[in-house]
């Protein structure tokens, strides 16, 4: 049959009996196309025990699949009349962080019709698992004194991205609040740099490795739980467990996992996790619903959004040189105006995706030269398909520089003198970027979804995952000062609505509301020998075996 064309433009290609595709399902259809641009294919899909219902599955299945074109621009195009081709494209899309969703009906019409393509072996693993969204779609005190607080540092590492600021800038709001009575901070033999000033702070202390604490009224865990934690002590630090998401991208996106049965280990210890613990923050109310859907039986009165805090970032912060870690690009440059791309080489980074668009913004008679700063990351990673663009760039209108991780004064360089920030990242639980950039006075396109929709609420983003669609915001933000000087506005409006303070006021909030409810009925999930199983799953995998050169450079600078 011909494309569908949604109400907000997107075109959808549908594979199977169009008589299946009633006027009540395209509209079903339609809507949920509509409602996020990460979802890229929705399959119809027989169930028992339900009327309708979407649940979120890894791959397309079902007797009918709806495909959005526009990812053909991050994936390449949809290969025709090829059934490994096209099993490959969606696997691929699920490499991005897009996203795949089922519609479940018992109708006999659906029933009765042949299927198109059988469940993903994880989606039919998890329709098994009593903790799944999939699973369950088929079945259809406040304390009178001051609290103490245990809070895990296990991910302060020597570098400090968003997750780092999150742990050091709650902390230091925390600190100031009355209502708290003593912080300790554990799992962490000595403070990186950028964290030493929280051993200044009244009522925080850093315990030692082998020291014993007496019982907390709450440990919290401001990152999620991994390998990198111990569960199984969490009980013994805090009366009530409390753990922050940020994200459901590892949860999203095999290929960040040595191996299928890595990938649905951690996909349920997630939810394992969810299950034990008394009480869950999200950095975004994005992906506090996406967990709950995921983890249907979680208590939504133990889950809150809280958006993360955005004024610890300063315009004083904007040096006037940066560090050494930028000579070479700084050489190259030579006073050339540029656009930054900030992030690690992570495939749902889309940075080769970000390449096309500049290359397709210098046909538009834009000059500009293009920088990509992060780490590289061994697995998972798009410098093949970069290098592979860059290879043939020809265009003498720029050219293209890259620099590992940077420094943060480096990175506040780089920021506050780029023309315009790159961020066409499709899988985030926040997203810092944008707002670090704004707050040095520099505009950034991003993709109108998720929590960047959420939180940003900016008008005239991109909302399709296209070429085009990036290098039209971004040759108005480059051509237009009056377009770049809204874009900054708008973004420094929302940083002034969002305080660590406030962040920390909701954060204690929350603690107190869950240390005066009884402790969860499933806490006694956490800990058990299928964790232990399932951490060991995790410590063997290809992601945790990428970062342990990270791990010792931690190691080495803690030492010192």
């Known amino acids: 049959m011909e494309p569908l064309k949604t109400a907000r433009g997107r075109l959808l290609q549908v594979l199977g009996d169009p008589a299946l595709l009633t006027m009540d399902r395209m509209a079903e259809f339609t809507k949920r196309f509509d409602g996020d641009p990460r979802i890229v294919t929705c399959s119809l899909v027989s169930g028992t025990g339900v009327n309708e219902v979407?649940?979120?599955?890894?791959?397309?299945?079902?007797?009918?699949?709806?495909?959005?074109?526009?990812?053909?621009?991050?994936v390449g195009p949809l290969p025709a009349d090829d059934d490994?081709?096209?099993?490959?494209?969606?696997?691929?899309?699920?490499?991005?962080?897009?996203?795949?969703?089922?519609?479940?009906?018992?109708?006999?019409?659906?029933a009765k019709a042949s299927a198109l393509m059988e469940l993903a072996a994880m989606d039919a693993q998890e329709g098994l698992d009593p903790s799944s969204a999939a699973f369950a779609a088929q079945e259809m005190r406040g304390p009178?004194?001051?609290?103490?607080?245990?809070?895990?540092?296990?991910?302060?590492?020597?570098h400090e991205t968003g997750a780092q600021v999150l742990t050091t800038a709650a902390i230091t709001a925390m600190a100031t609040d009355d209502r708290i009575d003593s912080i300790y901070v554990v799992g962490i033999k000595e403070l990186p740099t950028y964290a030493q000033h929280l051993v200044e702070l009244d009522r925080v202390r850093i315990v030692a490795p082998d020291e014993v604490i007496a019982q907390c009224d709450i440990v919290w865990y401001p990152n999620q739980i991994d390998g990198r934690s111990n569960i199984g002590d969490a009980r013994g630090l805090g009366r009530r467990v409390i753990t922050t998401y940020l994200d459901l991208i590892a949860y999203d996106i095999p290929r960040y996992h040595g191996s299928p049965e890595a990938w649905g280990t951690y996909r349920a210890l997630q939810r394992r996790i969810a299950l034990s613990v008394d009480g869950i923050t999200a950095i975004s109310a994005d992906?506090?619903?996406?967990?709950?859907?995921?983890?249907?039986?979680?208590d939504p009165q133990r889950v809150r959004p809280l958006p993360l805090g955005l004024d610890h970032i300063?315009?004083?912060?904007?040096?006037?040189?940066?560090?050494?870690?930028?000579d070479?690009?700084?050489?190259?440059?030579?006073?050339?105006?540029?656009?930054?791309?900030?992030?690690?080489?992570?495939?749902?980074?889309?940075?080769?995706f970000a390449i096309a668009v500049w290359q397709r913004v210098l046909q538009s008679g834009q000059s500009c030269d293009l920088v990509l700063a992060g780490l590289h990351v061994k697995s998972s990673s798009s410098k093949v398909a970069e290098d592979a663009i860059l290879a043939t760039h020809v265009d003498l209108r720029g050219s293209a520089h890259t620099a590992g991780h940077l420094t943060g004064r480096s990175r506040a360089w780089l920021l506050a003198n780029a023309a315009a920030v790159l961020y066409p990242s499709s899988a985030e639980g926040f997203g810092l970027v944008p707002y670090e950039a704004a707050i040095l006075g520099?505009?950034?396109?991003?993709?109108d979804f998720g929590p960047l929709k959420e939180i940003a609420g900016v008008a005239g983003l991109p909302k399709q995952w296209s070429v085009e669609a990036f290098a039209t915001d971004l040759e108005q933000l480059l051509a237009s000062d009056a377009a770049a000087q809204q874009r900054v506005n708008d973004l420094q409006q929302v940083i002034a609505e969002h305080t660590w303070q406030g962040f920390a006021t909701g954060l204690v909030d929350f603690f107190q509301q869950i240390s005066a409810g009884p402790a969860v009925l499933t806490s006694a999930v956490g800990g058990t020998a299928a964790d232990t199983a399932a951490l060991a799953s995790i410590l063997s995998s290809r992601t945790w075996r990428a970062t342990s050169s990270l791990r010792k450079v931690g190691s080495k600078l803690r030492r010192k």
């Open 442 to 447: 520099t505009p950034s396109t991003f993709a």
């Open 84 to 110: 490994v081709g096209l099993a490959a494209w969606f696997r691929a899309t699920a490499e991005r962080g897009l996203w795949h969703d089922h519609y479940l009906t018992h109708h006999r019409d659906v």
């Open 314 to 326: 300063v315009g004083a912060n904007a040096p006037d040189a940066p560090d050494a870690d930028l």
């Open 144 to 158: 009178s004194r001051r609290l103490t607080v245990a809070i895990d540092a296990t991910w302060l590492g020597p």
């Open 328 to 352: 070479q690009v700084l050489a190259a440059l030579g006073g050339k105006r540029f656009i930054a791309v900030l992030g690690n080489d992570f495939q749902h980074k889309n940075r080769d």
């Open 287 to 298: 992906v506090a619903t996406r967990l709950l859907a995921e983890v249907p039986r979680l």
């Open 54 to 74: 979407w649940v979120r599955a890894t791959a397309p299945a079902g007797v009918l699949v709806a495909i959005a074109e526009d990812a053909q621009d991050l």
